[in-house]
């Protein structure tokens, strides 16, 4: 079955691991207590509060408690919904306020205008919220990259290491999981996407390998028809 579409993780495949902990981490545990405390009144920002009381079963916490918690899973890198759409809205304030531009690898940059112009469909799939990708993207360092991408999909599709998220995610794209090839540098969430019936490729930036997987340090190295 041909590739018709690619289907792309960020931090570590697209974008710099050290952009993510050094600069959109830090970024977000110095402005999320202030912007927490000022939102919390507000229905979006008050639905992602309640998310993060029924995940850590505090379901009492007042919202110095909550933000206690969120700074806690900043800390541990906790892959939790709420806390990634939280984190999104804080870093669209430092994208819009010119703080912050998205790291994007100069030969991911023009692999994806390659493969576009090609005739691929690119997606991406980020624990990131969909908000936060479409900064990371769309304030990048190179531009304004979004009209690259067809769609983008979150941990509202199930978590990036289960099969069954990568299943939804050909069903949402519209192709059979064997015409969709999925980029990462973290062999677990390749696993779950060649059990969905997804080709894969992984990343391996500094080297190294991605066990039973194609792996590749450049997204130069990368042919699609290959597949
Ligand atoms: C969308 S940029 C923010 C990255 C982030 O918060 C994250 O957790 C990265 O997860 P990924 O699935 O891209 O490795
Ligand atoms: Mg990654």
Do not use: N
Request: charged share 20%.
């Amino acid at each position: 079955m041909p590739i018709r579409a690619i289907l792309t993780d960020i931090e570590g495949t697209t974008s710099a691991v050290s952009f993510v902990f050094d600069v959109l981490f830090p970024y977000a545990r110095e402005h999320l207590p202030a912007f927490v405390r000022a939102h919390a009144g507000e229905a979006e920002v008050a639905a992602q509060l309640e998310a993060v009381r029924a995940e850590s079963g505090e379901t009492e916490a007042d919202v110095e408690r909550v933000i206690e918690i969120l700074l806690g899973w900043i800390a541990e890198d906790r892959k939790a919904t709420p806390l990634k759409a939280l984190q999104g809205m804080v870093w669209e304030q430092g994208y819009r306020a010119g703080q912050l531009k998205g790291h994007v690898y100069p030969d991911a940059v023009a692999a994806l205008r390659r493969w576009k112009s090609g005739g691929y469909d690119l997606y991406v799939y980020s624990s990131g919220s969909i908000q936060a990708q479409r900064l990371i993207f769309g304030c990048s360092e190179a531009g304004d990259l979004s009209p690259l991408f067809s769609g983008y999909f979150d941990t509202t599709s199930g978590p990036k290491r289960e099969a069954a998220s990568y299943a939804r995610i050909a069903e949402a794209i519209g192709r059979p999981a064997g015409e969709i090839l999925f980029l990462s540098d973290v062999v677990q969430e390749l696993d779950a996407a060649r059990a969905a019936g997804m080709c894969t490729c992984g990343l391996a930036r500094e080297g190294g390998e991605l066990a039973g997987h194609p792996a590749v340090a450049s997204f130069a190295a990368i042919e699609p028809a290959a597949f």
